[in-house]
C-alpha cells in the first residue's frame, strides 16, 4: 500500500533563516506531488504540484520554492524566511485513475516562524 | 477560475442530530467532486468521492453526500452525528489535468 512521509512534524524557525521540508511517498510510481498551506478559517492553499521529475508548477508567487529531485520526492524550500510563513504545511500525492485524480495527504509540518 | 464555496465557517450539533454541510462549486462542466475530513490532530483524510454515475455517494463512517448539477451543489449529510465527528470538513472540486480546488473548510462541533 502506498504510504506519504513528511518531516519535520513541527519546526521553530527565526526570520530570515532558510527552510526545508520533506515530502516522500512509497508504494506508487510517478505519483503527482503538491504542496499546501493550510491556514485556520481559509481552508488549503496550494502552492505548487509536480507531474514528474523536474517539473514544477507554482501556483501563488511568494518566498518560497519546490524542487523534485527523485520520482517520489519533492522538497519545499525558503532562502529566507518571512513571518507569514507560518502555518501548517500539507504535502499530496495522486494517481490519475480514469478520468480524474484522487489526492492522498500526508500528515503535515507545522512552521512557525519568530 | 474554479472555486469551491462551504457556507457555515462552524457548525455545532448535539449528538444524535443529523447533519448536512453545504458545498457549491463553479465549474459548469464534467467535474469531480470530494469530501475530506480532518480530525483533530490528524491529517486530511478523503470520506467520500462523486467522478460520474449516481449522484448520491456513500462514503466512510456513515457519511454520504448528493450531487446536484442543477444547483451545482455536492452537500455532505450524516442522519445522526457522533462526538468523534468532531473534524474540519473540506469539500474539494477537480476537472481535467488541473490540481484540486478545496472549500475554506466547516468546523463540525458535536457536543454531548
Known amino acids: 500500500s502506498q504510504t506519504i512521509h513528511q518531516w519535520p512534524a513541527t519546526l521553530v524557525q527565526p526570520v530570515g533563516s532558510p527552510l526545508s521540508l520533506e515530502c516522500t511517498v512509497e508504494?506508487?510510481?510517478?505519483?503527482?506531488l503538491y504542496w499546501y498551506r493550510q491556514a485556520a478559517g481559509r481552508g488549503l492553499q496550494l502552492l505548487f504540484y509536480?507531474?514528474?521529475?523536474?517539473?514544477i508548477s507554482s501556483e501563488v508567487p511568494q518566498n518560497l520554492s519546490a524542487s523534485r529531485p527523485q520520482d517520489r520526492q519533492f522538497i519545499l524550500s525558503s532562502k529566507k524566511l518571512l513571518l507569514s510563513d507560518s502555518g501548517f504545511y500539507l504535502c499530496?500525492?495522486?494517481?490519475?485513475?480514469?478520468?480524474?485524480?484522487?489526492?492522498?495527504f500526508g500528515p503535515g509540518t507545522r512552521l512557525t516562524v519568530l | 477560475a474554479q472555486s469551491v464555496s462551504q457556507h457555515n465557517h462552524h457548525v455545532i450539533l448535539s449528538e444524535a442530530a443529523s447533519l448536512e454541510l453545504g458545498c457549491n462549486y463553479s465549474?459548469?462542466?464534467?467535474?469531480?467532486l470530494f469530501w475530506y475530513v480532518q480530525y483533530p490532530g490528524q491529517h486530511l483524510q478523503l470520506l467520500l468521492k462523486?467522478?460520474?454515475?449516481?449522484?448520491l455517494v456513500k462514503g466512510i463512517k456513515g457519511f454520504e453526500a448528493e450531487f446536484i448539477k442543477s444547483k451545482f451543489s455536492f452537500n455532505l449529510r450524516k442522519p445522526s452525528v457522533q462526538w468523534s465527528d468532531t473534524a474540519e470538513y473540506f469539500c474539494?472540486?477537480?476537472?481535467?489535468?488541473?490540481?484540486?480546488?478545496f472549500g475554506k473548510g466547516t468546523r463540525l462541533s458535536v457536543i454531548a
Open positions: 499530496a500525492w495522486s494517481v490519475h485513475e480514469g478520468f480524474t485524480d484522487t489526492q492522498y
Open positions: 508504494g506508487t510510481s510517478n505519483p503527482n
Open positions: 509536480s507531474v514528474g521529475i523536474g517539473q
Open positions: 465549474y459548469g462542466g464534467t467535474v469531480n
Open positions: 462523486y467522478f460520474s454515475g449516481d449522484p
Open positions: 474539494a472540486q477537480h476537472q481535467g489535468n488541473t490540481p484540486l480546488v
